[in-house]
């Protein structure tokens, strides 16, 4: 394999999974009694609340609702498609 080959592959796998997080995330909030310091929806709250914490600065919630993981669910969709869709900017060069 080489890096032509395996950076889209790579690149794919961890927007997928940051698009999944962000989902489950999202259906988190639905729960508000779970502590998303605790094992496992900490495995969730580590890799997301960084990017959250500066885009709720930017955002404020819309009627309580806090819409900033919905923001990063678009953001990392667009990206991947952008990047690796039928017409991405990485499949052109590969």
Do not use: C
Not at 17 to 25: E, P, S
Not at 47 to 66: A, F, Q, S, Y
């Amino acid at each position: 394999m080489t890096v032509s080959t395996l950076a889209p592959w790579i690149l794919g796998l961890l927007l997928g999974l940051m698009i999944f997080l962000f989902i489950f995330r999202i259906i988190l909030t639905w729960y508000p009694q779970l502590d998303l310091n605790r094992f496992p929806f900490n495995l969730v709250a580590w890799p997301t609340e960084p990017l959250l914490v500066p885009m709720r600065k930017l955002v404020p919630p819309i009627g309580g609702v806090d819409i900033t993981p919905i923001i990063w669910v678009g953001i990392f969709s667009l990206l991947r498609e952008i990047l690796l869709g039928q017409q991405g900017l990485l499949m052109m060069m590969h």
